[in-house]
């Protein structure tokens, strides 16, 4: 990690915070919290944004998962604002800039976050490697739909890339000329060759299924 991150404060994060993602779904687990965290701190450094700050909010993005997702982003900046432990790092005032970001995070959000460090962890959290991308909505539709087929499962992949990464899809990049930008053209030209869609679904669904 990073020696920019406070050491006290990256101590407390890798012993009472990252260990909580170990139970959450292949998509959300502490190797992706850990990207999250990553990324986030080397965007903070090339916009000149506060790397402590950044960290924290990476860390704590997506803990709200603790309870029902679809509000998770909510959940999760009440879980940052609640942890009196942070006021030994960051003040009042950092601290509810910090809960609005986690709010803030969500791809699906139809407004932009409220502030800068909003955008660094809305663009963090998109780890838009194409196989990324693909593996991990395989890996949630076997985690959420184990009753489903390969059929259906095809049929879920397919609809959900085009409902949040096609040209009319939800997701949204907030930093321009990140290296999302161009990783989003490069999932984009792919989803309009169903044909090598299909073929990238089924190599990935029989490597985690194991056949």
């Known amino acids: 990690m990073d020696n920019n991150v406070n050491l006290d404060l990256m101590s407390f994060i890798e012993t009472e915070i990252l260990p909580r993602y170990s139970k959450f779904d292949k998509a959300h687990n502490l190797s992706h919290v850990t990207g999250v965290v990553k990324r986030s701190i080397t965007l903070a450094k090339s916009i000149g944004a506060d790397v402590n700050m950044a960290y924290a909010i990476a860390a704590y993005h997506d803990l709200g998962l603790e309870g029902p997702r679809a509000i998770h982003h909510v959940t999760g900046g009440k879980i940052l604002a609640a942890d009196a432990r942070l006021k030994k790092w960051f003040s009042p005032e950092q601290i509810k800039i910090m809960k609005e970001a986690v709010e803030d995070h969500r791809a ?5 976050p409220r502030s800068v460090y909003g955008k660094i962890v809305a663009e963090a959290d998109r780890d838009l490697n194409p ?3 693909f593996r991990r909505t395989v890996q949630f539709g076997l985690d959420k739909y184990p009753e489903k087929d390969k059929e259906e499962q095809w049929k879920r992949f397919a609809e959900h890339l085009d409902n949040k990464y096609s040209q009319h899809g939800y997701i949204r990049l907030w930093i321009p000329g990140s290296e999302n930008e161009k990783k989003l053209k490069d999932i984009r030209a792919l989803l309009i060759n169903q044909d090598e869609l ?13 056949i």
């Open 108 to 112: 699906s959000a139809s407004h932009a």
């Open 198 to 210: 299909k073929e990238i679904f089924n190599r990935i669904y029989d490597e985690e299924t194991g």
């Open 131 to 133: 196989e990324t991308v």
